[in-house]
């Protein structure tokens, strides 16, 4: 149980595109999904966190208008690069969290961008 | 403020040792603490978690314990195999209802045949 699926794995386009990664919990619901970058090596870095029917909280530093996140039902969040560029070239990671306050965690397979 | 402190890598290891990557934090309230593997190309996998003081997390050979006194969250496998080889992050989360993790910088294990 606790699947939480990513698309699209990969993501190769032009730079001014605009991409949308989605993010399902396939068996849950979440109330709370999270959204990550990862540069190569390093450790996760936490852009936002999206409830579910209200608007993303984002970190500091994390640009709202650019990173755009949409959480509207319970199994679904989208996070869209707007106009992106090569240094929004990276691997973003989403996660859920099942209800109750002592439940983890599960991670998407991640999806690496590439911008050209 | 919260934080994780993870033993640096990588750690090679050959086939049947035994592996510990250290964990330690810092928290105020009673974190959750948990440990992720994460695989080339891939997300994070929950390997096992300890939500209170002396639990016990345990999963695949691996197991770690909640320590308060020591504020620690050692990852330990007694005889390890080539296919452990991946990164793995220690992670707390601080039950303040923003439900969100402190990350470790991850540990790399490389298991030699």
């Known amino acids: 149980g606790a699947v939480v699926s990513q698309h699209p794995s990969w993501v190769i386009c032009k730079s001014g595109t605009s991409v949308k990664i989605e993010c399902r919990s396939l068996?849950?619901?979440?109330?709370?999904m999270f959204w990550y970058r990862q540069f190569p090596k390093q450790s996760l870095m936490l852009m936002a966190t999206s409830n579910e029917g209200s608007k993303a909280t984002y970190e500091q530093g994390v640009e709202k208008d650019k990173f755009l996140i949409n959480h509207a039902s319970l199994t679904l969040s989208t996070l869209t690069v707007t106009s992106a560029h090569p240094e929004d070239s990276s691997f973003y990671i989403c996660?859920?969290?099942?209800?109750?306050?002592?439940?983890?965690?599960?991670f998407g397979d991640g999806t690496r961008l590439s911008i050209l | 403020g919260n934080s994780v402190t993870q033993m640096e890598g990588p750690v090679t290891l050959s086939e049947e040792a035994f592996l510990t990557i250290n964990c330690t934090y810092t928290a105020t309230g009673y974190p959750s603490l948990f440990w992720y593997v994460q695989y080339p190309g891939e997300g994070l996998q929950l390997l096992l978690k300890a939500t209170k003081a002396d639990d016990k997390g345990s999963n695949k050979g691996f197991e770690a314990t909640y320590r308060k006194e020591t504020t620690s969250f050692h990852l330990e496998k007694g005889s390890v195999q080539v296919s452990d080889s991946a990164v793995y992050f220690c992670a707390l989360s601080d039950g303040s209802g923003t439900y969100k993790y402190i990350f470790g910088t991850g540990t790399r294990l490389k298991v030699l045949a």
């Open positions: 996660s859920a969290k099942d209800v109750g306050a002592n439940q983890p965690q599960h």
């Open positions: 068996d849950f619901q979440a109330t709370t």
